[in-house]
């Protein structure tokens, strides 16, 4: 029996550091992600495999199709780097075992990962130091950047460290233990408050339609509108896109209808 | 105020190394928004404050901003680098340069396009060289040649429209009355809500939509700051949570 191959941690990072850097950077139709996935995985490859072939084959099942969400996704790296470090000292595992292990948990971390940077953690991070900034005060953007680089690096490397250290059972609990759901949802209600509040500032809308009722002049805005309550236009305009918005409509083709609506109720003096 | 090449150029660098590898991945959530575009943009002309500001108003457009799989709406720092820049030069307000900003960026999403196709062909390169036995070529092709790539279509139509566009805009100014102005200061106000819109897709349902309603209360009527608003929303959230999930928990048991 011939001794066994083993990772230090620095082989590890030196993998994540190179997806850290490189995992959009040759993003295609074809193919996704797959020489950034096949890239990060070289340091392993070459420490795992000594023999050329062997290490041929093992580059050539990682440049198959794969597209996952970069943060939350590191997950399934790590589990592929501890499957690689079995494989090499004699576990019989297939190339299909790889792919299936990639494929079937990409679509489902993409989604878990595309809501909890893209949706909630970047746009929450951005209301509030859009929020700063508006105060003339330049600490907005600077503390978006550090924080962003903090908290995305910090999910990113818990991902793949874990997935090395737990394997398969790491993603079984993220996704099956309701933890991941309680964050979502937590986050969830942050964020749509925090949206609510972007309303005020940014979508200052008011009518300016007024009537004169006998002697006295009627404003529909002051007189009617602010006191059923007031954001009600603001309020009611973007609940009509997000009603489009899940119908279906296309995001351009609304930016569209908005901006022609937005002529039109300005030409005509509406707002 | 002028712009010079060399200003128009380094705007064009950044608003290239916002879509590069060059600040990790996580450049994309950060020099990638316009409001750290517009803040960069800012320095280069001189004007941080006023950059920023701009850049956080072209941002709120793309708030809901998701790019998932490659489709995506529009090119937000495109929006942030460039639209920054133009109003800058051109001396337009914040609404203004939303609504000019989203047209440039619906337009440079070709761009985005015509990278992904080309970065196709470099896949097959690498496979060539895998099966040749040249592993660590694999390393230079999914660096190199699709960085070059990028820089070409990105750093080229930016910097031509910063360093020339300001022209056209004065131009279309010089002819506006104040009555067209307004109305691109009502389409400002509407885009926003598109961008708030593509969020509530993803965060809102029935459970969440009521903190919507309460968050436009609290800034319109009670006028609060939007950090105040994130703060009562955090404990809003862990109260909320941990009620849901104790009582769930009582359920089950």
Same mark, same amino acid.
């Given at each position: 029996?011939?001794?066994?191959?083993?990772?230090?941690?620095?082989?590890v990072?030196k993998?994540?550091?190179?997806?850290?850097?490189?995992?959009?950077?040759?993003?295609?139709?074809?193919?996704?992600?797959a020489?950034?996935?096949?890239?990060?995985?070289?340091p392993?490859?070459?420490?795992?495999y000594p023999d050329?072939?062997?290490?041929?084959?093992?580059?050539?099942r990682?440049l198959?199709?794969?597209?996952?969400?970069?943060?939350?996704?590191a997950?399934i790296?790590?589990?592929?780097?501890?499957?690689?470090?079995?494989?090499?000292?004699g576990?019989?595992?297939?190339d299909?075992?790889f792919?299936?292990?990639?494929?079937?948990?990409?679509?489902?971390?993409?989604?878990?990962?595309?809501t909890?940077?893209q949706?909630?953690?970047t746009?929450?991070?951005?209301?509030?130091?859009?929020g700063?900034?508006?105060?003339?005060?330049?600490a907005?953007?600077?503390?978006?950047?550090?924080?962003?680089?903090a908290?995305?690096?910090?999910?990113?490397?818990?991902?793949?460290m874990?997935?090395?250290?737990y394997?398969?059972?790491?993603?079984?609990?993220?996704l099956?233990?309701?933890m991941?759901?309680?964050v979502?949802?937590?986050?969830?209600?942050?964020?749509?408050?925090?949206?609510?509040?972007?309303?005020?500032?940014?979508?200052?809308l008011q009518?300016l339609i007024?009537f004169?009722v006998?002697?006295?002049?009627?404003?529909l805005?002051? &007189?009617?509108? &602010?006191?059923?309550?007031?954001?009600?236009i603001?309020?009611?305009?973007?609940?009509i %896109?997000?009603?489009?918005?899940?119908?279906?409509?296309?995001p351009?083709?609304?930016?569209?209808?908005?901006?022609?609506?937005g002529a039109?109720?300005?030409?005509?003096?509406?707002? | 105020?002028?712009i010079?090449?060399?200003?128009?150029?380094?705007?064009?660098?950044?608003?290239?190394l916002?879509?590069?590898?060059?600040?990790?991945?996580?450049?994309?959530?950060?020099?990638?928004?316009p409001?750290?575009?517009?803040?960069?943009?800012?320095?280069?002309?001189?004007?941080?404050?006023?950059g920023?500001?701009?850049?956080?108003?072209?941002?709120?457009i793309?708030?809901?901003?998701i790019?998932?799989?490659?489709a995506?709406?529009? &090119?937000?720092?495109?929006?942030?680098?460039?639209?920054?820049?133009?109003?800058?030069?051109s001396?337009? &307000?914040v609404?203004?340069?939303?609504?000019?900003?989203v047209?440039?960026g619906?337009?440079?999403?070709?761009?985005?396009?015509?990278?992904?196709?080309?970065?196709?062909?470099?896949v097959?390169?690498?496979?060539?060289?895998?099966?040749?036995?040249?592993?660590?070529?694999?390393?230079?092709?999914? %660096?190199?040649?699709?960085?070059i790539?990028?820089?070409?279509?990105?750093?080229?139509?930016?910097t031509?429209?910063?360093?020339?566009?300001?022209?056209?805009v004065?131009?279309m100014?010089?002819?506006?009355?104040?009555s067209?102005?307004?109305?691109f200061?009502?389409?400002?106000?509407?885009?926003?809500?598109l961008?708030?819109?593509?969020?509530?897709?993803?965060?809102?349902?029935s459970f969440?939509?009521?903190?919507?309603?309460?968050?436009?209360?609290?800034?319109?009527?009670?006028k609060?700051?939007?950090?105040?608003?994130?703060?009562?929303?955090?404990?809003l959230?862990?109260?909320?949570?941990?009620?849901?999930?104790?009582?769930r928990?009582?359920?089950?048991v």
């Amino acid at each position: 029996m011939q001794t066994a191959k083993t990772l230090t941690k620095n082989d590890v990072l030196k993998s994540w550091f190179r997806w850290y850097m490189f995992a959009q950077s040759n993003y295609n139709y074809e193919r996704m992600q797959a020489t950034a996935f096949a890239h990060s995985m070289l340091p392993v490859i070459e420490k795992l495999y000594p023999d050329k072939e062997d290490a041929k084959a093992a580059v050539q099942r990682h440049l198959s199709f794969f597209n996952t969400e970069p943060i939350c996704g590191a997950v399934i790296h790590g589990i592929t780097i501890a499957m690689e470090e079995e494989k090499a000292n004699g576990k019989p595992i297939t190339d299909g075992a790889f792919n299936g292990i990639k494929t079937g948990l990409m679509g489902p971390l993409a989604g878990i990962g595309d809501t909890l940077t893209q949706g909630i953690i970047t746009p929450i991070m951005l209301a509030i130091c859009i929020g700063i900034t508006n105060n003339q005060n330049l600490a907005g953007p600077i503390i978006f950047l550090i924080a962003q680089f903090a908290i995305m690096t910090t999910i990113q490397l818990t991902m793949w460290m874990n997935g090395y250290t737990y394997g398969k059972k790491a993603v079984e609990q993220i996704l099956e233990g309701g933890m991941i759901n309680k964050v979502i949802e937590g986050a969830s209600i942050l964020g749509t408050l925090v949206m609510g509040g972007l309303v005020g500032r940014f979508i200052p809308l008011q009518t300016l339609i007024s009537f004169d009722v006998g002697q006295v002049k009627f404003n529909l805005q002051t &007189d009617l509108l &602010d006191k059923l309550m007031p954001g009600l236009i603001p309020l009611a305009l973007t609940l009509i %896109v997000l009603s489009m918005v899940k119908k279906g409509v296309s995001p351009i083709k609304l930016m569209g209808i908005l901006i022609a609506l937005g002529a039109v109720t300005g030409i005509l003096g509406i707002f | 105020m002028h712009i010079s090449f060399l200003q128009a150029a380094l705007i064009g660098v950044f608003y290239y190394l916002s879509w590069s590898p060059w600040f990790t991945y996580v450049g994309f959530f950060t020099f990638n928004r316009p409001l750290v575009a517009g803040f960069i943009t800012g320095i280069i002309l001189g004007q941080p404050l006023e950059g920023a500001l701009i850049g956080a108003g072209i941002n709120v457009i793309y708030l809901g901003f998701i790019s998932a799989g490659g489709a995506q709406m529009g &090119d937000p720092s495109f929006a942030g680098y460039v639209g920054t820049a133009l109003a800058l030069v051109s001396n337009l &307000d914040v609404a203004t340069a939303m609504a000019i900003s989203v047209p440039l960026g619906t337009i440079a999403t070709v761009l985005w396009i015509a990278k992904m196709t080309v970065n196709s062909f470099f896949v097959h390169w690498a496979d060539k060289e895998v099966e040749k036995g040249n592993l660590r070529r694999l390393a230079f092709i999914n %660096v190199f040649p699709p960085q070059i790539l990028l820089f070409l279509v990105s750093f080229i139509p930016a910097t031509l429209v910063v360093f020339y566009g300001p022209d056209a805009v004065s131009g279309m100014l010089r002819v506006m009355s104040p009555s067209v102005l307004h109305v691109f200061t009502v389409i400002g106000a509407m885009l926003p809500a598109l961008g708030i819109a593509m969020n509530l897709k993803l965060i809102g349902n029935s459970f969440t939509m009521p903190f919507f309603v309460l968050g436009v209360i609290l800034s319109v009527y009670f006028k609060q700051d939007i950090l105040i608003i994130a703060i009562m929303g955090v404990v809003l959230a862990l109260t909320v949570t941990s009620i849901r999930y104790s009582s769930r928990k009582d359920v089950n048991v």
